[in-house]
């Protein structure tokens, strides 16, 4: 049953890209996200670059900490889908991916790119006491005080511009999966970035 599984995924969301990429991504999202995502991967309006799914290429009984490890190191960025899901603290998001995504983006020898972008609402209080092992020093940080992320304004509850993926129309995630393709493309190739949607300029380098 779990080869059949494994197996299925692998082929849902296996890279079906036509052309080489000089860059790669990895892409880090909670397995009962996987609609949405699909829709992501399917969307490929704007995408300058390949991807690596986190969950869907692990062949069974692979050592698959080490397995993530090596696509992340081979990776030129991350994205990140945010949901409820993906941020509970028993994930593997939380206790190797994460902590791997911010050693790479905080070395200054590196121009790895890290987007972590909402899909779903999640709780405020989760949102505040939301904590990752750094890598480097063995300290808790908090993911949401030290770095950007895409569309967080509507995560409020009284934003009325902002909606989630999760709830948009067919059309405006097919908008908004190309803006994120054109700024992670952005980003990658190191051109300006702007917030999707907005034409303000956005910290692809806060610290």
């Known amino acids: ?18 052309r080489e990429f000089k860059k790669n991504i990895f892409i880090s999202y909670a397995r009962k996200d ?6 992501f991967i399917n969307s ?13 290429d692990i062949e069974p009984g692979a050592n698959w900490k080490k397995r993530i490890n090596e696509r992340i190191y081979d990776s030129d960025g991350a994205i990140l889908f945010i949901t409820p899901n993906s941020l509970r ?13 911010i050693k790479r983006k905080n070395d200054p020898n590196d121009n790895f790119q890290f987007f972590p972008v ?8 989760i949102i505040d006491k939301y904590e990752f092992i750094s890598e480097v020093d063995g300290k808790k940080e908090k993911l949401f005080e030290t770095y950007d992320i895409w569309n967080i304004e509507a995560n409020k509850t009284n934003d009325i511009e902002h909606e989630m993926p999760s709830e948009m129309s067919k059309n405006k995630r097919e908008k908004f999966w190309a803006d994120l393709n054109s700024q992670m493309s952005n980003a990658l190739y190191n ?3 702007t917030k999707i949607g ?5 910290d692809t380098d806060p610290l």
């Open 118 to 125: 909402f899909l779903d609402y999640v709780d405020q209080e």
């Open 191 to 193: 051109r300006k970035v």
């Open 44 to 56: 490929g309006e704007n995408r300058d670059f390949g991807y690596w799914v986190d969950q869907g």
């Open 198 to 202: 907005d034409g303000q300029y956005w």
């Open 89 to 101: 603290e028993d994930s593997p998001i939380n206790k190797y991916e994460i902590p791997h995504f």
């Open 34 to 39: 996987k609609e949405l995502i699909q829709s």
């Open 1 to 18: 049953m779990v080869s059949q599984y494994y197996n299925s995924l692998r082929r849902q969301m296996s890279n079906q890209e036509p």
